[in-house]
């Protein structure tokens, strides 16, 4: 069936940014299936996806075109599509606490505009992704309220908590604008690998006493996160992630898990190293550990994400169905208003959307 574009705008053309955008364009032939989670969500391919509008506060990408924004160093993620021209100008934003103080010396900042509402009414964009830095919590609060004052779907995509924060969930469905977050898993990331690991312990029976993921990269986001301030709600979203589906939903004794960002290291550029370990107690008190060492390129690992997290929002939206997009958060994101079991979720999702397919 004939469905209109999917009008997006971005919010920060960093490396995720960039494994989007590459990924609409390495994904327009509709035949190609190879590397997604979902080929096709409530009738929506991918290419059924259009951005629209980009924001960001880099002097060196203001003003370009999207297209050649998101290759403008700092960005570092891997080239794997070229982009043609967008004909979409990066627009200003506002920096707010944006730009941490390790990334100060490395970026030029462009005044901050106030015109993000205007920008997000005369694209006519119906969702605006939020891909800002780890810790930018006033800045997503901001853009969070301009989405609501656009009438523009939000998709929050880092551990600041908006879907979580019962004042704001209330805000959005009290204005029946579309959110999903917060926090968005990645493909196969180290979060999801290590939750998936707990349910399986607790499926079998595996008593876990003591966990820890230690994750190392170089990108602007580990880069950030050496500020420990800026990652606690990311420790936080990553902990409960893979707690409350530990030792049958009754979780750990805090004392006992550590999962977080560790260390920056420059030369991964954006590639992730993650260290996970688990130490069970099974049959008769026995030990049974489980130590994996997880490398991926992290800005691509979550575009997938995304996409579908796009196609999940319009399909719902268009169906006037918003009550369906906690199931799509619980799904797709770390910490989501409402969690549940990975498998139920799923499960609940495809008989909502598989009529449409």
Not at 333 to 349: F, I
């Amino acid at each position: 069936m004939n469905k209109s574009k999917i009008k997006v705008a971005i919010l920060g053309v960093g490396n995720c940014a960039s494994a989007l955008v590459q990924g609409l364009e390495y994904y327009k032939n509709d035949d190609m299936e190879n590397g997604l989670i979902s080929d096709v969500i409530g009738g929506y391919r991918v290419s059924d996806i259009e951005v629209v509008a980009a924001f960001d506060i880099n002097k060196e990408k203001v003003g370009k075109d999207l297209s050649e924004a998101i290759f403008i160093e700092p960005n570092n993620t891997s080239k794997f599509s070229d982009v043609e021209n967008l004909n979409i100008e990066v627009k200003p934003g506002k920096t707010l606490d944006g730009v941490g103080k390790f990334v100060r010396d490395i970026i030029s900042v462009v005044d901050d505009s106030d015109n993000v509402v205007e920008v997000l009414k005369e694209s006519n964009a119906e969702i605006l992704v939020n891909l800002l830095p780890v810790g930018s919590e006033e800045a997503v609060k901001y853009y969070a309220d301009c989405a609501i004052k656009a009438k523009v779907g939000f998709i929050n995509c880092i551990p600041v908590f908006i879907a979580r924060d019962k004042k704001w969930y209330k805000k959005f469905k009290d204005n029946k604008v579309p959110l999903i977050g917060d926090d968005i898993k990645s493909q196969v990331g180290a979060t999801i690998v290590h939750r998936a690991l707990a349910q399986l312990f607790s499926d079998r029976g595996i008593e876990l006493k003591n966990s820890y993921q230690l994750n190392v990269g170089g990108n602007m986001d580990f880069l950030n996160m050496l500020e420990e301030d800026r990652l606690e709600t990311k420790r936080t979203s990553k902990t409960s992630s893979v707690t409350s589906v530990a030792n049958k939903g009754k979780g750990i004794n805090p004392d006992n898990v550590r999962i977080g960002p560790s260390d920056y290291v420059k030369w991964l550029e954006d590639r992730k190293k993650a260290f996970i370990r688990l130490e069970g107690e099974a049959f008769g008190g026995v030990p049974l550990n489980i130590e994996v060492q997880l490398e991926v390129w992290d800005s691509p690992n979550s575009a997938g994400v995304v996409i579908d997290a796009i196609r999940y929002m319009k399909f719902f939206s268009d169906k006037g169905d918003l009550e369906s997009l906690d199931l799509v958060s619980a799904w797709l994101m770390k910490a989501p208003a409402k969690a549940s079991k990975d498998s139920d979720t799923l499960n609940k999702l495809h008989e909502l959307t598989h009529q449409e397919n």
